[in-house]
């Protein structure tokens, strides 16, 4: 059962007592992600470990000569953020939590630590993304912006459309059309005095021809009657 948290060279009698350990501290749907041993320089004797799964950060250390594991645990919803820091020799792995205090692990192997933080990361982003859904539900539920179920079993009424009263009829204007004024009367015609000349021509010409007159007179009281005009 063990042998899937060695492949990183993790040292096996801590991985045994850890995972002893946890096995008794899992809860329902709790499972073992990954466990990291701690490799000190000269003497590793009772070496530190860290698990994580997926509820919680467990920080493991021996006590009573090795003969029990201490642990302290964070639940990922209390974890603000994670760390790892590489040195000459080893890694520190360490978590942040949201009231502002850290906790730790140095001399870890480097690979291991790297994984740590591959899998703390992804938990602490997807339990981040969770705290920043559960904030904005509670400032809803605070504004009174809390959506309201519809009551069941009742009947739909529906509502009558509303009756628009039709506007009357506007009367067309009237248009007055004004009778066209009357032509003027025109000036009479000025009254046209009779040619004296020509009704004296007339009257000589009616002399002639009723033969009063001859044809000589005629001519010559013609020829009188023009040159007095």
């Known amino acids: ?7 990183d060279d993790q040292d ?3 991985v045994e007592k850890v995972y002893g350990r946890l096995v008794d ?4 749907g709790e499972e073992i992600l990954y466990i990291a041993t701690q490799k000190k320089p000269l003497v590793n004797i009772l070496p530190d470990a860290v698990a994580l799964t997926t509820k919680r950060v467990l920080f493991f250390t021996p ?3 090795g003969l029990s594991m201490k642990f302290i645990d964070f639940a990922w919803k ?8 590489e040195e000459i020799i080893g890694a520190i792995f360490s978590v942040q939590q949201v009231g502002g205090g850290e906790q730790g692990t140095d001399y870890l192997p480097k690979v291991q630590a790297r994984k740590l933080y591959q899998y703390a990361r992804e938990r602490a982003d997807m339990e981040r993304e969770a705290r920043h859904q ?8 605070e504004s009174g912006s809390v959506s309201i179920d519809r009551p069941q079993n009742v009947a739909f009424q529906p509502v009558a459309p509303m009756s628009i009263p039709t506007p009357a009829p506007q009367p067309e204007p009237v248009v007055v059309i004004a009778p066209p004024a009357p032509a003027p009367t025109p000036p009479p ?11 004296k021509l007339k009257k000589l010409k009616t002399l002639f021809d009723n033969g009063l007159i001859s044809q000589e007179e005629y001519n010559a009281k013609k020829l ?3 040159s007095d005009f």
């Open 25 to 28: 501290l899992l809860t329902t």
């Open 224 to 226: 009188e009657l023009l």
């Open 12 to 14: 096996p009698k801590c």
């Open 189 to 199: 015609a000025p009254e046209v005095k009779p040619d004296v000349l020509t009704e």
């Open 134 to 141: 559960r904030s904005l539900e509670e400032k809803r539920a």
């Open 78 to 85: 209390d974890i603000k953020d994670v760390f790892t820091k």
């Open 1 to 7: 059962m063990i042998e899937k948290f060695l492949k």
């Open 63 to 65: 006590a009573n000569l």
